[in-house]
């Protein structure tokens, strides 16, 4: 399994960017795909998630209404919209797999899920 998340850098407050997941290895429909940050001093935290097989989101109420995930499954990508960014967005981004059941909760992402490298996010205010 490989992840290979990109498309961060440095945004302004109330701006936007596209956060992009590459994926490979793994058979997609069985799996769950989530975004994942982490802020300096803090502990990882899911932000969303999608599921291959049929589309289906979810996204952590920090976030709701602001971030948006898509897949291309065509192309085995991944998306993170991120829009109305604010400075507590400012972390590091990471997209990690998981079968879909582990992926029920964000700790099954953590005990179970291969993780890809992360990309910075930086909101300035």
């Known amino acids: 399994v490989q992840l290979q998340a990109s498309g961060g850098g440095l945004a302004q407050a109330g701006g936007s960017l596209e956060l992009s997941c590459a994926a490979s290895?793994?058979?997609?429909?069985?799996?769950?795909i989530g975004w994942f940050r982490q802020a300096p001093g803090k502990e990882r935290e899911g932000v969303s998630k999608?599921?291959?097989?049929?589309?289906?989101?979810i996204y952590a109420d920090p976030v709701k209404g602001r971030f948006t995930v898509s897949s291309d499954n065509a192309a085995n990508t991944v998306y993170l919209q991120v829009n109305s960014l604010k400075p507590e967005d400012t972390a590091v981004y990471y997209c990690?797999?998981?079968?879909?059941?582990?992926?029920?909760?964000?700790?099954?992402?953590?005990?179970?899920?291969?993780w890809g490298q992360g990309t910075q996010v930086t909101v300035s205010s």
């Open positions: 990690v797999a998981t079968w879909w059941l582990y992926g029920a909760d964000w700790e099954g992402f953590i005990n179970h899920g291969h």
């Open positions: 290895g793994f058979t997609f429909d069985d799996y769950v």
């Open positions: 999608i599921y291959f097989s049929n589309g289906r989101t």
